[in-house]
């Protein structure tokens, strides 16, 4: 009981990151194309751009892209930090919660052996709760990404 309850509210908290990542991963992608875009501008309009004197204009818009797409890549680094410590959270809260359950609600003394036993059961499990919130993590990636594509090719004749 223990276990679950350590793993749900791990992985509950690990699936809001998740959630919280997708809409941020929609606007780096968004912030990039607005950065090709206007560094397709300036190649494709360069003589005119040199000829207008209009390189500090230039300059200053595909900073302010540059910047927006970086503040967009900090906020994603901050909740994949923040995924990354709920995911080492459970690895910790997994065997100290089921020891807890065991020695205060159920009222038995821990013993060697138990706690052996539990111990390797855990570290057997050790897979499934490191990767579970990745799977978040790929799903938060990958969405935007793909909805993206779909509208793409939708698009297409």
Known sequence: L?????????????LQVGFLSRPVWARVQECR??????????IRG???VKLQGAEAAWEARLEA???EELWQLTWQRILGIIGSIFSSLAVI???VMTFA???QIQGKVLDPAVAFATLAWINQLQWSI?????????YANLHPTLARLVAALARLP
């Open 65 to 67: 892209a540059r910047g």
């Open 101 to 103: 359950f065991y020695t």
């Open 2 to 14: 223990s276990l679950s309850l350590s793993l749900s509210l791990s992985l509950s908290l690990s």
């Open 93 to 95: 809260a997994a065997p």
């Open 130 to 138: 490191n990767s579970l919130p990745a799977v978040f993590a790929v």
């Open 33 to 42: 194309d607005a950065r090709a875009r206007a560094v397709t501008g300036v």
């Open 46 to 48: 360069i003589r005119l």
